[in-house]
Structures are given as C-alpha cells and as structure tokens.
C-alpha cells in the first residue's frame, strides 16, 4: 500500500500513526480474503471524499486497483483514520477480489448494487465494531418502496454512467445513496437466509444467484403489487386473516349452492319446463333466446340465486409495504 508524504503529515497533525492501522487492516482483511493481489494508493483529494466521514474510495473496475482519498480538514480526521479507513480498506478491497477472481462489477443495475452490497457486508464482517454504515440505510421507507417500484422490471437493464450516478449518488431524480441501500438489502436478506455463508464466501458469487437467494425477488413482486389473499395472508394481522378466511369459505359455499340449484333446475327442466308465457322478470318477453334453444329455467334460477347471495371479494390492500430485513449475519 502506497501511503502520500501529505496523509502521513496531516496524521501525524492528528497525533495519528497511521501506520499501524494500515497494516493492522490489511492484516484483517487478507486473512479473509486470501490471494488479493491489488495495488492501493492513498492520497489527499478532498473531492473525492465522502463528506459525512471524510474519506472515499474507488477500484478500478478492469485491474481492480483502489484509490483511497482523504481530506485532512474534515472535522475530526484521527477518528477518520482509525474508524473508517479500516472500513473503506475492506469494502475497496472486497471490490477487487471480486474484479480479479469473481464475476466483475458487471453491467447492470443488479450488478452494480449487488457489487455494492457484498463489499459494504464485508466492511462489516471485517469490522463489525465500525458505526452504522451512512448508505447502508440512506432512505426512508416510503423512498425504498418507490425505489424498489422503480427498479423493478430495470434490474437486468444496462446501466450506463449516467443512469449510475443516478441510481448511487442522486444526481437525477433518486435519493442520494439508493443503489447503496437497495444493494446492501440484498445482500443482507441472503446472508440472512443463508446462515452458512459469509460476506467473504460470497464475494465469488454472481449478482443473480445472491437476488434469487435473498428472497428480494418475491418480496418484491409482493410489495409493489399486493393482488393475492395469499401474499396478504402473510402481511395481516391473524385477526384480520381469519376475518378473510371466512368470507372466502362463505363466498365459496354460495357459489356452491348457486351451481347445485342450477344443477337441478336443470334436471327438473326436463320435466316441467315452463313456456314463455310463465316466464316474469328479467327474461319476460325474450323470445329470441327461448326460440334459441336457451333454458329460460336455468337463468331464472341463476339470476334468482345470484340476486340474493352476491359474493364480493374482499377489498385488496395496495398500501403494504415491504421493507427487507436489515443485516444481523453480514
């Protein structure tokens, strides 16, 4: 790890060693990832920084080699160094491992929020004792149900620079950070879900088979269009769910009942089948579709049966939200 004359100074300035907390990092994060093999340069650049913690950082998405910039005149740089750039170490180099020897950044918005994802769960992993990481959790829950709304059916699109700083930084119509925390959902609900696997074991892992792992799929389709008894079924409290249960059994039995009188009308049609002038209300008069053939006692009875037992389905609520389970693996 290339370290600039000016980090070192201004950590020094701090009363900062930053030395130690290098490599301590390093140490940490190859022992979970063995077989990193990328360059890291570290130097000042204050717009290249995230501002809420002083610090930033990129890989390159072809070699895999990270950047990381700091700005010494962020409001508290020693706690920057020791606290967040063990941190950022692990995501950017997270990132490389899975450049160099895993499926890549990839090209689509599930790519890059998966890619996202499993770098910020392994900052976590590495260094569980880090504070909550700010665009792990940057939306609130009516902006991830519109993001979730919004992405859906854009997941496997191409995602260019753009539509990319976008999706992670807000510079369109999104919330600053959405891809972060949509990314680290996903993952986080895997790693839930699979208890067995790590954010280190997964780093290998292609962004499709964490998604459909994760559940993230399912719920998703859920959330956004809520239309089945099944899937409210799930999300309603039991008093609720046993109050549709039975309206569902009482419209079942009514249907029921309309089909077994239409059943032996039929029958005793056969035997004392009225003539048109027999016939009141809403069939009076139609001669046209008794001279068809039509079974004018059949109708009666449907419409009879009908008229005095009209089964609504019960009202679908659209307003329920998901929200996935926040990470206690990762």
């Not at 976590?124 to 919004?150: C, G, M, V, Y």
């Not at 994760?214 to 039991?238: D, H, I, K, N, Q």
Request: charged share 20%; aromatic share 8%.
């Amino acid at each position: 790890m290339n370290v600039s004359s000016a980090v070192i100074q201004s950590a020094r300035a701090s009363d900062t060693d930053i030395a130690p907390i290098v490599s301590q990092a390093l140490r940490r994060i190859t022992h979970l990832l063995p077989g990193l093999n990328a360059r890291v340069d570290m130097g000042v650049d204050p717009k290249g920084v995230i501002h809420e913690i002083g610090i930033g950082g990129r890989s390159d998405p072809s070699t895999g080699d990270v950047t990381i910039a700091v700005d010494p005149a962020s409001q508290n740089f020693a706690t920057t160094l020791r606290v967040w750039l063990p941190a950022l170490l692990a995501h950017e180099l997270d990132h490389a491992k899975r450049t160099d020897s895993g499926p890549g950044s990839g090209h689509t918005l599930l790519d890059a929020m998966v890619f996202e994802g499993v770098a910020d769960a392994f900052s976590i992993q590495a260094f569980p004792q880090t504070p909550p990481i700010p665009q792990d959790d940057a939306l609130s829950r009516s902006e991830e149900k519109a993001a979730w709304h919004r992405a859906r059916g854009r997941l496997y699109d191409l995602l260019d620079m753009a539509e990319y700083r976008s999706w992670f930084f807000g510079t369109g119509q999104l919330p600053r950070w959405t891809g972060y925390t949509l990314g680290f959902r996903i993952v986080s609900s895997f790693l839930a879900r699979h208890p067995g696997e790590t954010a280190a074991s997964i780093t290998s892992f292609s962004a499709t088979r964490i998604f459909q792992g994760s559940g993230c799929a399912c719920r998703l389709r859920r959330a956004v269009t809520a239309r089945s008894t099944r899937c409210r079924f799930r999300r309603e409290s039991p008093s609720r769910r046993s109050g549709v249960h039975r309206s569902a059994c009482r419209g079942g039995l009514r249907r029921l009942m309309i089909l077994a009188s239409a059943t032996l009308g039929w029958w005793l049609g056969h035997r004392t089948r009225p003539s048109p002038g027999d016939i009141q209300g809403p069939l009076a008069g139609d001669q046209n579709r008794l001279s068809d053939g039509f079974d004018p006692w059949i109708e009666w009875l449907l419409i009879k049966n009908a008229s005095a037992s009209t089964y609504e389905d019960p009202p679908v609520d659209n307003s329920a939200r998901w929200r996935a389970p926040a990470s206690t693996a990762a």
